[in-house]
């Protein structure tokens, strides 16, 4: 079973930093720009990554003057204790002369605590290192430092601390596209029923991507949309992980608000249709009307070589069965090699195809989707024509 190594004293000195972090300031603070903080050693010097989920942190907060300051913190990890050149930036080299010396996870903390990922430090590792498949070291030295920012001031950085890993070779691929997920009264199949077994089968509509669009390939930030039928008055939110509502989009002060526990429900003004749209680099979201006529449909089929193309087989499930259903799903369906479309009422007078896979905007009477053999959650959006093939492990 996979661990997050947070000893007793750990907790303790977590405790004493959250105490530091929110000792009252004296009236009438002035923002200072500090020069460094404290990094605590990690409690467990020895650390398994393959069998551990992540390894416990804590800092003391930088002392900005008294000034109740929003701090920002990232860790950042080398194996060579360099810290010249991220990842990020010897991504940016398409010529692939530029080499990296350091990593920053892409982790935000917004507390002086924080658990690092232990899959997130495998990969970056890896990508460092240049490790290859069967070639990597038993044990390995990491160095970790912590960046501090806030509006206002410069970035600053922690003392630098160690720890020695058994690291593990990890496949180097794009993060997963973020996605999130609508939740509320009238979404899906269940209101608010934000169950992390509930996307597509009950109370989580999820988001779809953009093609064309680029996406982050370290953290899968980008702009992703959604389209549907909305009740005026009906609240709904937008939550980034199933099962919790740590990371969410609701109403405050008049506007859109991220992560206020506070927040209000987004609404509608007016019974319809309307498109979502939310870049989660940027933290912008827009909810604007469709004007443009929309069909509904009683089934949708997935018609395709694989099944000879028949338009009644195959037949996807509706997402919401208490208001106008416009989103459809698939779950754990395998496929060899193969072509196929998306499909209205068991005719081909409506259709969709695109030329993209695993995601893309299908139009009509357009191209055989190419899809690769493998084991997929489909989801599909009639509106938008939108398609999404999520790979299951």
Known sequence: MKKIFLSSLMLLSMALVFTACNDDRDS??????????????????????????????????????????????????????????????????????????????????????????????????????????????EKQTVYVRCKASTPGTQTIYSNVVSLEVNPYYIELADAEIELW???????????????????????????????????????????IQYAGFFFAGKGFKLIKVPGKWDDQWGMGDGGFVKNDGGSGNLTVDADGYYRILLNTATDELVIEPI??????????AMPGAYQDWNTGENVMNMMSTNVENHDWYL??????????????????????????????????NGPNIPVKAGTYNVFFNDILGTYNFVAVE
């Open 28 to 137: 009438n603070p002035t923002l200072t720009q500090p020069t460094t903080f404290t990094l605590n050693n990690p409690v467990n010097a020895m650390v398994d990554l393959a069998e551990s989920e992540g390894i416990a942190f804590a800092w003391s907060q930088p002392d900005y003057g008294g000034w109740p300051a929003a701090v920002e913190y990232q860790l950042e990890v080398s194996p060579t204790n360099s810290w010249t050149v991220s990842t990020d930036e010897a991504a940016a080299d398409e010529t692939g002369a530029t080499i990296a010396d350091f990593a920053i996870l892409p982790s935000i903390y917004a507390s002086c605590t924080g658990v690092m990922s232990a899959t997130d430090l495998a990969k970056q590792l890896v990508s460092i290192c240049q490790w290859e498949e069967g070639n990597v070291p």
């Open 181 to 223: 997920y609508l939740v509320g009264e009238g979404i899906g199949s269940a209101d608010w029923d934000n169950g992390a077994g509930s996307v597509a089968t009950g109370g989580l509509i999820p988001m779809y991507p953009i093609m064309g669009n680029e996406y982050d390939s370290r953290t899968g930030q980008g702009e």
């Open 291 to 300: 004007t443009d006529p929309v069909g509904v449909y009683q089934m949708i």
């Open 331 to 364: 779950m754990n369906v395998t496929y060899d090699d193969t072509e196929l479309k998306f499909a209205a009422d068991n005719a081909w007078d409506v259709n969709w195809g695109g030329g993209d896979f695993p995601y893309g905007i299908g139009v009509g």
